[in-house]
Nanobody, 122 residues
Framework: QLQASGGGLVQAGGSLRLSCAAS????????MGWFRQAPGKERQFVAT????????YYADSVMGRFTISRDKALNRVYLQMNSLRPEDTAVYYC?????????????????WGQGTQVTVSS
């Protein structure tokens, strides 16, 4: 029910914008989040946004470089990624939380997209 897109190959210092589209139902009353998973590593929290966009929270590793936003009318969530680094390389997943607020814990999310690959070359 969640479709992530916008990944690709980019050089270090470049930018990408990920998009997450919801189908079959609306997540307008849910907090939303982005997570990522690099090969051989556990899934890692990246960013989260409350149901009304009023509260946002970021992992320390992406603070100041990534921006999460949402368009409730379009039922979409975005992740603008600037100043990308090779260590940002991972599969990025969008997810809808059980509740309306922000959450950094994957267990608090019960709907997940299929992931989109982001590769940053040095």
């Amino acid at each position: 029910q969640l479709q992530a897109s916008g990944g690709g190959l980019v050089q270090a210092g470049g930018s990408l914008r990920l998009s997450c589209a919801a189908s079959a139902r609306t997540f307008g009353n849910n907090g939303m989040g982005w997570f990522r998973q690099a090969p051989g590593k556990e899934r890692q929290f990246v960013a989260t946004i409350a149901w009304n966009g009023g509260r946002r929270y970021y992992a320390d590793s992406v603070m100041g470089r990534f921006t999460i936003s949402r368009d409730k009318a379009l039922n979409r969530v975005y992740l603008q990624m600037n100043s990308l680094r090779p260590e940002d390389t991972a599969v990025y997943y969008c997810a809808a939380a059980r509740g309306a607020t922000t959450s950094t814990a994957a267990k608090e999310y019960n709907y997940w997209g299929q992931g989109t690959q982001v590769t940053v070359s040095s």
